[in-house]
């Protein structure tokens, strides 16, 4: 692996992927309709045209793609169904089918919301029940790129980190309020296994490098509430605990349905790869260090 493409090139993840990649590899940022350059990278205007993709990938001899792309936002997924749809589910099927002709290796993002969070701490094989479009075109997408490059590796996880100034992470977006001393509002029926972008970057490259393909779950050993999380940010950073309010998701009737458990096992990629993952404490001291 030689030359990376992300695709979706000015998304969050990129961007912090991007910065633990860029020193080992050369990377391009595919980019539509945000224009982004970063130190020790290359940016492309991406086409979305299969022709003009291949054309592309081939003339910057890509070996590696890992789509980023999507639409993110569950209230905005159910505002515009179509945009869902053509971003989660089509678009990537459309990538996947380009790097299994050319014979690249594909890496899709995929989420952790596919459940309908009656359960914890799910399991690749788990029986997906999506709760609204977000989650329903994220699995339709999975299963539109598997179909179409079954090689393919789709990585469901839920990270956090240091962003860009465009776009805030959920750990961002806790720390800039409890710095400026403003309350923040977090769920504390809502559970997940988040997991920072560099643990989540090593565990993919050693995936890519061993060449495994299917879904894998990529996230922290440890199930935790949103409420809790954001405690244990202010505990390591040292700001004031009571800022944060204690809210509950059942309360609020004004949002998109959600699973109220999002918790994902990462038994098969441990397995997999013999990669110890850092507790989620130790994720966020790494957070404070690398700030």
């Known amino acids: 692996m030689k030359n990376i493409l992300f695709y979706g090139g000015a998304s969050l993840l990129s961007f912090m992927w991007v910065n633990e990649l860029k020193s ?8 539509n309709k945000k224009w982004v350059e970063g130190t020790g990278t290359h940016s492309l205007r991406i086409s979305n045209n299969s022709k003009r993709l291949k054309e592309i990938l081939i003339s910057r001899k890509i070996d590696t793609i890992i789509n980023c792309s999507g639409l993110t936002s569950v209230e905005e997924c159910e505002k515009n169904k179509i945009m869902a749809y053509e971003l989660n589910t089509f678009l990537p099927s459309q990538i996947a089918r380009v790097s299994n002709q050319l014979n690249i290796s594909f890496v899709h993002i995929s989420t952790d919301h596919l459940f309908d ?16 479009i977000y989650a329903s075109t994220k699995e339709k997408g999975e299963v539109s790129v598997l179909n179409a490059n079954p090689k393919s590796l789709v990585i469901r996880t839920n990270f956090f980190g240091n962003g860009p100034d465009y776009k805030n992470s959920f750990s961002d977006t806790i720390i800039k309020s409890l710095k400026d001393g403003r309350r923040i509002k977090l769920f504390s029926d ?7 972008i560099n643990e989540l970057s090593k565990v993919v490259l050693k995936l890519i490098e061993g060449n495994s393909s299917g879904i894998f779950n990529v996230s922290s050993n440890e199930r935790i509430s949103k409420y809790d999380f954001g405690i244990m940010i202010a505990k390591n950073f040292k700001f004031a ?16 349905k959600r699973p109220l458990d ?5 038994k098969k990629v441990v397995k997999t790869t013999g990669i110890k993952i850092m507790p989620i404490e130790k994720q966020i001291s790494y957070l404070k260090i690398n700030r």
């Open 24 to 31: 080992r590899y050369k990377i391009y940022l595919g980019l």
């Open 117 to 132: 969070g009656e359960k914890f701490l799910y399991e690749e094989n788990h029986v997906t029940n999506p709760l609204n």
């Open 190 to 196: 809502v559970y997940y296994t988040p997991i920072i």
């Open 241 to 256: 605990k009571n800022l944060i309010i204690r809210d509950k998701l059942v309360r609020r009737k004004d949002l998109v």
């Open 262 to 266: 999002m918790s994902l096992s990462n």
